[in-house]
C-alpha cells in the first residue's frame, strides 16, 4: 500500500465523484479507480458504495478514511520535519520549478552572482500545475517557487495573496512549427487558407494555457485548432513539435538554439507571441535565514542580481 493511494481515498471522499478526485490527483480515471479497487482489496472491505449519486463511504470506508487522515498527515509533519532539519543542516533553500525554467533560465540567472544563493531544485515540482507551487509553499514543502506569470491582465485561478514576489526576468512564448522545404512553417498562423492547426498544447488548467487562450482571445483572425496533445513540460510539446505533428508555444530560450539552425520555425509574426514575466515567490510568514538574505539583496524589484555577493 502506498501513501499516494491513501491520498487518492481523500481526494474520493471530498469530491465524491471519480473523474474530479482523478483530475485533483493528476491520473487518469482507468488508473483513480484501480487504485481504489486495490486499497479495497488490501483492507478486505467494500470501501466506497458506488450505487449512489454522488457516491458515498461505507461504514467501513468512513473508519478507513479516519486512518487515511491520520497516516497522511503524520507523514507530511515527519516529512517537513526532516525537509527543516535536512535543510537547516545543508543551509540551502528548496526551489520549485517547471522544467522549462530549471533547465534554459535557472543556470544563466546564477551564474550571474559572483557568490551564487544556495539554491537546490526541487525536482518532484518539474510535473505540477500553477496551483500545486503555491500549495506547496503553504504545507512548506519549497522555500521558493520560480514560474512564469502573466504581463497583461489575465484571468488566474490562483491563490497567491499569502506570497510576495521579485521580478527576476522576462520571457516570449513563441509559435513554432517544423518547417517546409523551403523555410516556411508547416503550420502557418498567417494563412487563412485553414480552418483548424493541429495543436500541441499546454495542459488546460496551468497557466501557459491559460495565458495563451487569453493572448489569443484578442486576435481577431485566430484561428481554430484541432488539439492532438496537451503536456505539463514544455520539452514534451518540443518534442512533438519537431516531429511534424503540429505546432506549439515554447519558450524562446528553449528554442533559440533549434530556430537558429532553421530545425524548427516560427509559426506566425510578433504578434502571435505572448510575453511573460519570470518571477520568484516566497511565503509571507515563514522564517527561513536563506531565503531573508536572498529577498535583501534582489531588492524590491529586481530583474538581474547586478554581481551580488
Same mark, same amino acid.
Given at each position: 500500500?502506498? /501513501?499516494?493511494?491513501?491520498?487518492?481515498? $481523500?481526494?474520493?471522499?471530498?469530491?465524491?465523484?471519480?473523474? *474530479?478526485? @482523478?483530475?485533483?490527483?493528476? &491520473?487518469?480515471?482507468?488508473?483513480?479507480?484501480?487504485? /481504489?479497487?486495490?486499497?479495497?482489496?488490501?483492507?478486505?472491505?467494500?470501501?466506497?458504495? +458506488?450505487?449512489?449519486?454522488?457516491?458515498?463511504?461505507?461504514?467501513? =470506508?468512513?473508519?478507513?478514511?479516519?486512518?487515511?487522515?491520520?497516516?497522511?498527515?503524520?507523514?507530511?509533519?515527519?516529512?517537513? *520535519?526532516? =525537509?527543516?532539519?535536512?535543510?537547516?543542516?545543508? !543551509?540551502?533553500? +528548496?526551489?520549485?520549478?517547471?522544467?522549462?525554467?530549471? @533547465?534554459?533560465?535557472?543556470?544563466?540567472?546564477?551564474?550571474?552572482?559572483?557568490?551564487?544563493?544556495?539554491?537546490?531544485?526541487?525536482?518532484?515540482?518539474? @510535473?505540477?500545475?500553477?496551483?500545486?507551487?503555491?500549495?506547496?509553499?503553504?504545507?512548506?514543502?519549497?522555500?521558493?517557487?520560480?514560474?512564469?506569470?502573466?504581463? #497583461?491582465?489575465?484571468?488566474?485561478?490562483?491563490?497567491?495573496?499569502?506570497?510576495?514576489?521579485?521580478?527576476?526576468?522576462?520571457?516570449?512564448?513563441?509559435?513554432?512549427?517544423?518547417?517546409?522545404?523551403?523555410? +516556411?512553417?508547416?503550420?502557418?498562423?498567417?494563412?487563412?487558407?485553414?480552418?483548424?492547426?493541429?495543436?500541441?498544447?499546454?495542459?488546460?488548467?496551468?497557466? /501557459?494555457?491559460?495565458?495563451?487562450?487569453?493572448?489569443?482571445?484578442?486576435?481577431?483572425?485566430?484561428?481554430?485548432?484541432?488539439?492532438? #496533445?496537451?503536456?505539463?513540460?514544455? =520539452?514534451?510539446?518540443?518534442?512533438?513539435? !519537431?516531429? !511534424?505533428?503540429?505546432?506549439?508555444?515554447?519558450?524562446?530560450?528553449? &528554442? %533559440?538554439?533549434?530556430?537558429?539552425?532553421?530545425?524548427?520555425?516560427?509559426?506566425?509574426?510578433?504578434?502571435?507571441?505572448?510575453?511573460?514575466? $519570470?518571477?520568484?515567490?516566497?511565503?509571507?510568514?515563514?522564517?527561513?535565514? @536563506?531565503?531573508? &538574505?536572498?529577498?535583501?539583496?534582489?531588492?524590491?524589484?529586481?530583474?538581474?542580481?547586478?554581481?551580488? %555577493?
Amino acid at each position: 500500500m502506498e /501513501i499516494r493511494w491513501l491520498e487518492d481515498f $481523500i481526494a474520493l471522499a471530498r469530491t465524491r465523484h471519480f473523474s *474530479r478526485a @482523478a483530475d485533483e490527483q493528476n &491520473v487518469t480515471q482507468p488508473t483513480f479507480s484501480r487504485r /481504489i479497487k486495490l486499497l479495497e482489496e488490501e483492507m478486505g472491505a467494500t470501501l466506497v458504495n +458506488r450505487q449512489t449519486l454522488p457516491l458515498s463511504l461505507t461504514p467501513e =470506508g468512513e473508519e478507513f478514511l479516519t486512518l487515511c487522515q491520520d497516516v497522511t498527515q503524520r507523514v507530511a509533519n515527519t516529512r517537513q *520535519r526532516l =525537509g527543516h532539519l535536512a535543510e537547516s543542516q545543508a !543551509g540551502k533553500m +528548496r526551489l520549485a520549478a517547471p522544467q522549462s525554467l530549471l @533547465a534554459n533560465f535557472l543556470p544563466e540567472w546564477l551564474a550571474g552572482w559572483s557568490t551564487p544563493p544556495p539554491v537546490k531544485p526541487y525536482l518532484r515540482a518539474t @510535473a505540477w500545475l500553477v496551483n500545486d507551487y503555491f500549495q506547496a509553499l503553504g504545507r512548506d514543502e519549497c522555500d521558493l517557487v520560480l514560474c512564469y506569470w502573466p504581463v #497583461n491582465d489575465c484571468p488566474l485561478e490562483v491563490e497567491a495573496e499569502a506570497f510576495e514576489y521579485r521580478r527576476l526576468g522576462q520571457e516570449r512564448l513563441i509559435p513554432v512549427s517544423l518547417p517546409e522545404a523551403d523555410g +516556411r512553417p508547416r503550420f502557418d498562423l498567417e494563412s487563412t487558407g485553414r480552418r483548424s492547426l493541429p495543436l500541441i498544447a499546454y495542459h488546460p488548467r496551468g497557466l /501557459i494555457d491559460t495565458v495563451i487562450r487569453h493572448h489569443l482571445e484578442a486576435l481577431p483572425d485566430a484561428p481554430t485548432f484541432s488539439v492532438l #496533445n496537451e503536456s505539463i513540460q514544455s =520539452g514534451n510539446i518540443r518534442e512533438l513539435v !519537431g516531429l !511534424g505533428y503540429g505546432l506549439g508555444w515554447l519558450p524562446q530560450r528553449s &528554442v %533559440a538554439t533549434a530556430l537558429a539552425a532553421g530545425q524548427l520555425v516560427p509559426a506566425g509574426s510578433e504578434r502571435w507571441e505572448v510575453p511573460l514575466e $519570470i518571477r520568484l515567490f516566497r511565503h509571507r510568514h515563514v522564517e527561513h535565514q @536563506a531565503v531573508d &538574505v536572498l529577498w535583501q539583496a534582489l531588492g524590491e524589484d529586481s530583474s538581474a542580481p547586478e554581481d551580488k %555577493a
